[in-house]
């Protein structure tokens, strides 16, 4: 009996595993025969292969065929459509761009605040296209609106469609809209759609500056059908420097709102890779079954009663969909759990129960394997990627073999807990072994409510395993299926946790899956401390952690499905009429090798880096090359007037072919006292100097669409010398008919992050000179028709 009830425990703690990944979202994508008033991902996947056909960076000509494809969309179903327009400058880094939005609007029945529903629809600046960042977004809302319009609803409030523009960039399609749109002023609330991957279940993220607990009670009675959120991701979020279209919101207008974002694939985020075939069809109808509901209650609500100034710990279970209480419950229960702890403790050692020695060799074993599995999971990575160098190509930190490695990396940490636990298999051992998991668990508990509260939840499976805890002291032959149901909500809690953290930060998290797989065996021991068989066991978790190491190291290698991330520039120096082949690569591959060879030289040796990446990853390797006749832009000045002080500036940089940027360099201890571009003004400090980064060379970094120009005015004191560095950018290596660059082999793609596939040319520049070159001409011109014929 007792080897058939652990048998059954063992599969009903499988069971709930595996229901607790299981129950995170929808099982399939719905067809298109279901009803007219719900969400069908198969209807959605209609406009989003139009949407993907191509990569449609800002800037790119499918990039305004996407945006008049989205306009006719929102036109078919109704809505009023206009498209937004004009120049942004983000003084703080240099930005300039000028985002064109597609904003539409379906008019409500009230006057309330409006609800925006919002995504953005230009692709990475890297050949990417886009189908889950965002055309998932981009689908999700028109088919939400066409089955909320199939219901024949009519909203109070109006709803906005804003399908940003710039997202990729800086944000600052949102920027423009909330700053200059006649319609922002009236928003009360905003749902927001991103990705970071293409798969996985989506996950509810608040951006407020206030208290959470209208929007929890909000989200939980719209009820939406698979709610994936925690206050600790909300917490985590909120220290970190991330940024949606909702920040936008947040910081300039204190809009509040939720964002839905999966993660999971992220390997295929900003690559190639991030395909209309990619993209999870289970994840995306999961977007939808978010939007609908929620699109049905906020058009109704009163959007101008969600701010609040309480927070409030939440966190998604299965069958209840989601749990939630004020953080001003986080105190008293944590204070309950200690009482009924140091209780539990005292009765079970008065009675006999629990013995001293055993609670000593509980902590030992307990704590050792955690310092041991964490020492593992931290430099267990570090060795691997000198093992398999091939990794760092990849600038994602979550690998394409990256699940195996969760896998191997959690099996591999159970192996070493059985073997620990092996020698202790009687009530009266499990129940002094205990003590020590929950006393850290308490102790954790107690960090997180001083410095993490939205992590709270934490303490509801450590109730349970105290109930494991009595049920152990008081009975001499407990049942080991209650016992595994007692554990249910801590498998349902951090089981998901396990997986998501090197997910959502990365392969090298893994220290953190394995921390908490030691932490979450602690609250299973009223269960395997009766397990007889905990060798055995062992061996099969470390068997089986085998595997996964085996199907990883498999899969280490590059291939047609997962590509090995490359790069290639031609970088032209016009000042000295010089031209090299760059890359970021560490490791070349065959195709860049025919550019930079066998042995090329470090590109630090050579040149300043003109482009660094996202990362702060500099070049790699140069090889100089042939000099190539690309038009270089040309420079028109419009203004030049000296008063007692001051020399004012204003000149045109005209581009001679198709650049997609443009970066501005100057000295950075130049003060300006006056600064424009495109008519857009930097700002002053009190003395009248412009702000910009005095550590930092770049000017402006300027994102061309429609063929601009780049019109500079400027003020300096009358006696400052100026020079100017551009650098043209066009992303058209593979393209351009001055090169003949094959195509990449299948193994390879582009590599994101960066200015990739790209023809740069850096020429430096001064009005004086030109002035000066403008009178020698008219002075050549002049002598020689004084000439005697």
């Given at each position: 009996?007792?080897?058939?009830?652990?048998?059954?425990?063992?599969?009903?703690?499988?069971?709930?595993?595996?229901?607790?990944f299981?129950?995170l979202?929808?099982?399939?994508?719905e067809?298109a025969?279901i009803?007219?008033?719900?969400?069908?991902?198969?209807r959605a996947l209609i406009?989003?292969?139009?949407i993907s056909?191509?990569?449609?960076?800002?800037g790119?000509?499918?990039?305004e065929?996407?945006?008049?494809?989205l306009v006719?969309q929102?036109?078919?179903?109704g809505?009023?459509v206009?498209?937004?327009?004009?120049?942004v400058?983000?003084?703080?880094?240099?930005?300039?761009d000028?985002?064109k939005?597609?904003?539409?609007?379906l008019?409500?029945?009230?006057n309330?605040?409006?609800?925006?529903l919002?995504?953005h629809?230009d692709?990475?600046l890297?050949p990417?296209?886009?189908?889950?960042?965002?055309g998932s977004?981009?689908v999700?809302i028109?088919?939400?609106l066409?089955?909320y319009?199939a219901?024949?609803?009519?909203p109070?409030?109006?709803?906005?469609i804003?399908?940003s523009?710039?997202?990729e960039?800086?944000?600052d399609?949102?920027?423009l809209?909330?700053?200059?749109?006649r319609?922002?002023?009236?928003?009360g609330?905003?749902?927001?759609f991103?990705?970071?991957?293409?798969g996985g279940?989506?996950?509810?993220?608040?951006?407020?500056?206030?208290?959470?607990a209208?929007?929890?009670n909000?989200f939980?009675?719209a009820n939406?059908?698979?709610?994936?959120?925690?206050?600790?991701?909300?917490?985590?979020y909120?220290?970190?420097?991330n940024?949606?279209?909702?920040?936008i919101?947040k910081?300039?207008?204190d809009i509040?709102?939720?964002f839905?974002?999966?993660?999971?694939?992220h390997f295929?985020?900003?690559?190639?890779?991030d395909?209309f075939?990619?993209l999870?069809?289970?994840?995306?109808?999961h977007?939808g079954?978010?939007?609908?509901?929620l699109?049905?209650?906020?058009?109704n609500?009163?959007?101008?009663k969600?701010?609040?100034e309480?927070?409030y710990?939440?966190?998604n279970?299965p069958f209840?969909?989601?749990i939630?209480y004020?953080?001003?419950?986080?105190?008293?229960?944590l204070?309950?759990a200690?009482i009924?702890?140091?209780g539990?403790?005292?009765?079970g050692i008065?009675t006999?129960k629990?013995i001293?020695?055993?609670?000593l060799k509980?902590?030992v074993?307990f704590?050792l394997?955690?310092?041991?599995?964490g020492i593992?999971?931290?430099?267990?990575?570090?060795?691997l990627?000198?093992?398999?160098p091939?990794?760092?190509?990849?600038?994602?930190?979550?690998?394409?073999n990256g699940?195996?490695?969760?896998?191997?990396?959690?099996?591999?940490?159970?192996?070493?807990?059985?073997a620990?636990y092996r020698?202790?298999n009687?009530r009266v051992?499990?129940?002094?072994?205990?003590?020590a998991p929950?006393?850290l668990w308490?102790?954790?508990?107690?960090?997180v409510f001083i410095?993490?509260k939205?992590?709270?939840?934490?303490i509801?499976?450590?109730f349970?395993?105290?109930?494991?805890f009595?049920?152990?002291?008081?009975?001499?032959?407990?049942n080991?299926l209650?016992?595994?149901f007692l554990?249910a909500?801590a498998?349902?809690?951090?089981?998901?946790?396990?997986?998501f953290?090197?997910v959502?930060?990365?392969?090298?998290?893994?220290?953190?899956?394995?921390?908490?797989?030691?932490?979450?065996f602690?609250?299973?021991?009223?269960?395997?401390?009766?397990?007889?068989?905990k060798?055995?066991?062992?061996?099969?978790?470390?068997l089986?952690?085998l595997?996964?190491?085996i199907?990883?190291?498999?899969n280490s290698d590059?291939?047609?499905t997962q590509?090995k991330?490359?790069?290639?520039?031609?970088?032209?120096d016009?000042d000295?009429?010089?031209?090299?082949?760059?890359?970021y690569?560490?490791?070349?591959?065959?195709?860049?090798r025919?550019?930079?060879?066998k042995?090329?030289?470090?590109?630090s040796k050579?040149?300043?880096?003109?482009?660094?990446s996202?990362y702060n990853s500099?070049f790699t390797y140069?090889?100089?090359?042939?000099v190539k006749?690309?038009?270089?832009?040309?420079?028109h000045l419009k203004?030049?007037t000296?008063?007692?002080?001051?020399?004012?500036?204003t000149f045109?940089?005209?581009p001679k072919?198709?650049?997609?940027?443009?970066?501005l360099?100057?000295?950075p201890?130049?003060e300006?006292?006056s600064?424009?571009?495109?008519g857009k003004?930097?700002?002053?400090?009190v003395?009248?100097?412009?702000?910009?980064?005095q550590n930092?060379?770049l000017l402006?970094?300027?994102y061309?669409i429609?063929?601009?120009s780049l019109?500079?005015?400027?003020?300096?004191?009358?006696n400052?010398?100026?020079?100017?560095?551009?650098i043209?950018?066009?992303?058209d290596?593979?393209?351009?008919?001055?090169?003949?660059?094959?195509?990449r082999?299948?193994n390879?793609?582009?590599k994101p992050f960066i200015?990739?596939?790209?023809?740069?040319?850096?020429?430096?520049?001064?009005?004086?000179?030109m002035?000066?070159?403008?009178k020698?001409t008219l002075?050549?011109?002049?002598?020689?028709n004084?000439r005697?014929?």
């Amino acid at each position: 009996m007792k080897r058939i009830s652990a048998l059954l425990s063992s599969f009903l703690i499988l069971g709930l595993i595996f229901y607790s990944f299981y129950s995170l979202m929808p099982l399939k994508g719905e067809p298109a025969s279901i009803p007219k008033t719900q969400f069908s991902a198969e209807r959605a996947l209609i406009p989003l292969k139009e949407i993907s056909k191509k990569p449609h960076y800002f800037g790119s000509e499918a990039h305004e065929t996407v945006r008049e494809y989205l306009v006719s969309q929102l036109k078919d179903l109704g809505l009023e459509v206009e498209v937004q327009q004009g120049f942004v400058l983000d003084p703080k880094i240099g930005n300039l761009d000028k985002p064109k939005n597609i904003v539409a609007r379906l008019k409500g029945s009230g006057n309330g605040k409006s609800l925006v529903l919002l995504t953005h629809y230009d692709s990475a600046l890297v050949p990417s296209f886009g189908a889950s960042d965002a055309g998932s977004g981009l689908v999700t809302i028109l088919e939400s609106l066409r089955a909320y319009k199939a219901s024949g609803e009519i909203p109070k409030n109006d709803i906005i469609i804003l399908f940003s523009d710039t997202e990729e960039i800086n944000l600052d399609g949102a920027n423009l809209f909330v700053s200059e749109h006649r319609w922002a002023k009236n928003v009360g609330f905003v749902i927001n759609f991103e990705a970071r991957g293409s798969g996985g279940p989506s996950v509810m993220i608040l951006e407020s500056n206030h208290g959470n607990a209208n929007l929890i009670n909000a989200f939980i009675e719209a009820n939406p059908q698979y709610p994936v959120a925690s206050s600790l991701m909300y917490s985590v979020y909120k220290m970190l420097p991330n940024s949606t279209d909702s920040t936008i919101f947040k910081e300039k207008s204190d809009i509040d709102s939720f964002f839905f974002a999966f993660i999971d694939d992220h390997f295929d985020y900003h690559t190639a890779n991030d395909t209309f075939e990619n993209l999870d069809r289970n994840t995306l109808q999961h977007q939808g079954s978010y939007l609908l509901p929620l699109l049905h209650y906020f058009a109704n609500a009163d959007l101008s009663k969600l701010k609040a100034e309480e927070d409030y710990v939440y966190v998604n279970f299965p069958f209840i969909k989601m749990i939630s209480y004020p953080f001003s419950w986080i105190l008293p229960m944590l204070i309950i759990a200690l009482i009924l702890f140091i209780g539990l403790v005292f009765f079970g050692i008065s009675t006999r129960k629990l013995i001293g020695r055993k609670i000593l060799k509980g902590f030992v074993s307990f704590f050792l394997p955690l310092i041991i599995c964490g020492i593992l999971g931290y430099f267990g990575w570090i060795l691997l990627l000198k093992i398999y160098p091939q990794y760092n190509e990849i600038q994602h930190e979550f690998k394409y073999n990256g699940h195996s490695y969760i896998a191997f990396f959690v099996l591999l940490t159970l192996s070493i807990l059985f073997a620990f636990y092996r020698k202790y298999n009687k009530r009266v051992h499990t129940a002094s072994l205990l003590v020590a998991p929950l006393f850290l668990w308490l102790v954790i508990n107690t960090v997180v409510f001083i410095y993490l509260k939205g992590a709270a939840f934490f303490i509801i499976p450590v109730f349970f395993g105290l109930l494991s805890f009595w049920i152990l002291l008081i009975k001499e032959k407990p049942n080991l299926l209650l016992l595994a149901f007692l554990a249910a909500p801590a498998i349902f809690i951090f089981s998901p946790l396990i997986q998501f953290f090197p997910v959502a930060l990365g392969s090298h998290m893994v220290v953190i899956s394995c921390v908490f797989t030691v932490l979450l065996f602690g609250l299973l021991l009223p269960v395997f401390g009766f397990y007889r068989k905990k060798g055995f066991l062992s061996v099969v978790c470390f068997l089986a952690a085998l595997g996964f190491f085996i199907k990883a190291h498999l899969n280490s290698d590059f291939s047609e499905t997962q590509q090995k991330p490359n790069s290639l520039v031609f970088y032209q120096d016009e000042d000295t009429r010089q031209a090299y082949w760059l890359t970021y690569d560490k490791i070349l591959d065959d195709w860049t090798r025919n550019y930079l060879g066998k042995n090329p030289e470090r590109a630090s040796k050579i040149m300043d880096n003109a482009s660094p990446s996202k990362y702060n990853s500099q070049f790699t390797y140069a090889a100089e090359t042939s000099v190539k006749p690309v038009p270089v832009f040309e420079i028109h000045l419009k203004k030049d007037t000296i008063s007692e002080e001051n020399r004012t500036v204003t000149f045109t940089l005209i581009p001679k072919r198709k650049v997609n940027q443009i970066n501005l360099y100057v000295n950075p201890k130049i003060e300006f006292t006056s600064l424009k571009f495109n008519g857009k003004s930097f700002p002053k400090n009190v003395n009248g100097i412009v702000k910009r980064n005095q550590n930092n060379n770049l000017l402006l970094r300027y994102y061309v669409i429609d063929q601009d120009s780049l019109e500079v005015s400027y003020a300096v004191a009358k006696n400052t010398f100026v020079k100017f560095k551009a650098i043209e950018y066009s992303y058209d290596l593979l393209d351009n008919s001055l090169f003949t660059i094959p195509e990449r082999p299948k193994n390879t793609m582009t590599k994101p992050f960066i200015v990739n596939d790209a023809v740069i040319i850096k020429k430096s520049f001064t009005i004086e000179k030109m002035i000066k070159a403008k009178k020698d001409t008219l002075l050549n011109f002049n002598d020689a028709n004084l000439r005697p014929q």
